[in-house]
Nanobody, 122 residues
């Protein structure tokens, strides 16, 4: 069983910054992917940024150059540094991980956080 705990959401003015944190706990043998998705009202959930195989990263085009994702493998934590925030970044942000679970062989499992609200005012 794996749990994800998110923190760092809030209300900021356009041009401001926020840092989201997600800590994974439980019987994690190895993390394959950790990242962040977001969903705004009336829109589909979309990938924001992710880390694959501990080092490789990718970003949505809309956040490139503004957001930075990083991972602390020792703490099973992923961070999302968000700079120069825009009103269109307003959404619920969800932490995601894809992991190997201790005692479950080589099967990969997906887990999601409960979501944290990010609101950017004009």
């Amino acid at each position: 069983q794996v749990q994800l705990v998110e923190s760092g959401g809030g209300l900021v003015q356009a041009g401001g910054s926020l840092r989201l944190s997600c800590a994974a706990s439980g019987s994690i043998f190895r993390i394959n992917v950790m990242g962040w998705y977001r969903q705004a009202p009336g829109r589909q959930r979309e990938l924001v940024a992710q880390i694959l195989n501990r080092y490789s990263t990718n970003y949505a085009d809309s956040v490139k150059g503004r957001f930075t994702i990083s991972e602390d493998n020792a703490k099973n934590t992923v961070l999302l540094e968000m700079n120069n925030l825009k009103p269109e970044d307003t959404a619920v942000y969800y932490c995601y991980c894809n992991v190997l679970v201790t005692g479950q062989g080589n099967r990969l499992y997906d887990y999601w956080g409960q979501g944290t609200q990010v609101t950017v005012s004009s």
